[in-house]
């Protein structure tokens, strides 16, 4: 049933995804008990993927979407089941879900009991534990001058409401959160790394947020110059990061330490976002940095604010990406912004803030897709995640669909494990350029460690030029063409 809906979508996702998949997923994982020893869609990620030649010693593990909830395995399962997958580099994740939580603590603790007796990462899926501050409640709506309730429906979500009046939702959702932080403390087990993927609830400022909080009483009580989108952005996102540092990432970090915390789409940048996740739009008026067809648009720095120990950007080849630039090369319009996306986080966080950047390859399309963009090809979409490990990216999470998973799988578990050869600059080199090129050309991501350089160079355009020389702190060295592969450049 799930599952048929899932087809009938093609358009789109994340909340489905996101609220739906756990849960497709755990449908699928207890039909599967009794016939076959892993369900389809974690045997499905062992099939597609292949163990690791070197041993990833201290580096993150790979993250994939469809290596997530295997359903009720008995011990010994489930240490078999993460072993299979550490060694192919792979984390598996276990979701925490309120909806079903006695069964779904019992599920995630038997899975990280294995990983904590391995001595692996405990990897946990919050995303269901945040939904939702708007859930509904009359009390949660916009108010107009008549005292009369009213929503903000832009988001593709039918009620979301007041960013003023969610305050209340605080215990119910911290709550959510804490009977599994409890349940884990109970026994023993510490969380390693925990994510959730977070988007439409509690504030955000685009689509008509901003017309309609306006409109609101309250909102218009609330915030001093309301008519001035920069200050309606920076009281939404001030209220959006308390929310998340103080039931999340807070909570989390006072029970397990050491915890990787973070939220999809929230990482360090230079004041844009190159991106528009997929239920997003421009509002005239609000500001941008123009580039040919595309408006990067003025983002908050959110992510001091959350709390959060590790970076999330979203590196994805959204539809609408392909009609903002004119490159004749098609590859180029994916990996250009693509990789503007990747360096934006890579340059502006800090060296021991942990990069896990969400990457996906199939075009995403609108719900009204009119499917005229060229795919991202395989190669270049492989080139572009060396580029992205060169560039401060520490390790990818995959996020698709259940009938991409195989292919999707398989790219970029091709890069992680290539890339384990240079374990050593991964894990402590420092990224020697940001510069993504206007027109197709040559492009250079580098690594810098000890005296050497680990280079990556690939060449866009009609010719390919021989040497091209590139600066390394007071150095300048010169990269040929390598098609395909990485280069270690000796600086001495
Ligand atoms: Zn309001």
């Known amino acids: 049933m799930v599952k048929a809906l899932w087809r009938e979508i093609p358009g789109i996702i994340a909340i489905l995804i996101i609220v739906g998949l756990a849960s497709e997923l755990a449908v699928l994982a207890g039909e599967q008990e009794h016939k076959t020893k892993w369900a389809p869609h974690v045997q499905l990620v062992l099939d597609a993927t292949k163990p690791l030649q070197l041993d990833r010693g201290g580096r993150l593990p790979l993250y994939l979407w469809h290596a997530m909830n295997p359903g009720l395995l008995d011990p010994e399962l489930a240490q078999e089941l993460v072993e299979q997958l550490n060694v192919r580099g792979i984390g598996l994740v276990a979701s925490w879900n309120p909806k079903n939580r006695e069964r779904s603590l019992e599920e995630s603790l038997r899975i990280s009991r294995a990983q904590n007796k391995l001595g692996l990462r405990v990897n946990i899926n919050a995303t269901r534990c945040l939904y939702s501050f708007f859930d509904g409640d009359p009390r949660t709506a916009h108010v107009d001058d008549e005292g009369r309730p009213f929503w ?5 979500k039918e009620k979301m409401g007041c960013p003023f009046a969610i ?10 959160l804490e009977y599994f932080i409890r349940g884990f403390k109970e026994a023993e087990l510490d969380v390693d790394f925990i994510f959730a993927d977070w988007e439409i609830d509690g504030p955000i400022e685009f689509n008509e947020a901003h017309a309609t909080s306006k409109r609101c009483r309250r909102c218009r009580q609330n915030i001093q110059n309301i008519d001035e989108f920069g200050e309606f952005q920076k009281a939404l996102r001030k209220l959006r990061c308390q929310l998340q540092r103080d039931v999340y990432a807070e909570p989390v970090k006072r029970s397990f330490p050491d915890v990787l915390v973070g939220n999809y789409g929230v990482y360090p940048h230079n004041g844009h976002r190159y991106w528009y996740d997929y239920y997003e739009y421009y509002v005239d008026g609000q500001p941008f940095k123009g580039d040919q067809r595309a408006k990067y648009r003025k ?3 959110e992510f001091p604010k959350t709390g959060y120990t590790f970076a999330m950007p979203v590196v994805y080849p959204w539809a609408r990406i392909f009609d903002w630039y004119d490159y004749d090369d098609t590859d180029y319009r994916w990996f250009y912004n693509m990789l503007l996306v990747a360096g934006n986080a ?10 896990i950047s969400f990457v ?9 897709a009119s499917g005229t963009a060229t795919q991202f090809s395989e190669a270049r979409y492989q080139e572009l995640l060396w580029h992205a490990l060169l560039r401060g990216t520490d390790t990818f999470f995959l996020w698709c669909r259940a009938e991409e998973a195989a292919k999707e799988s398989r790219l970029v578990h091709e ?5 384990q050869q240079y374990g050593s600059f991964l894990s402590e080199g420092i990224p020697i350029n940001f510069d993504v090129p206007r027109q197709p050309g040559t492009v250079i991501s580098g690594l810098e ?20 020389p590139i600066t390394v702190g007071d150095r300048s060295i010169e990269v040929l063409p390598a098609s395909g592969r990485c280069q270690i450049i000796s600086l001495r």
Request: hydrophobic share 35%; net charge negative.
């Open 152 to 156: 903000d429906t832009s988001f593709g």
């Open 167 to 176: 305050d209340f939702r605080r215990p119910a959702i911290h709550e959510q």
């Open 299 to 301: 983002w908050y720095d």
């Open 346 to 355: 890579g340059q502006n966080t800090p060296a021991d803030v942990p990069v």
């Open 360 to 368: 996906h390859w199939h075009t995403i399309e609108p719900k009204e």
């Open 415 to 419: 890069v992680y494990a290539a890339a």
């Open 449 to 468: 460690l000890d005296g050497r350089v680990l280079v990556r160079r690939t060449d866009f355009g009609q010719s390919t030029p021989g040497a091209v």
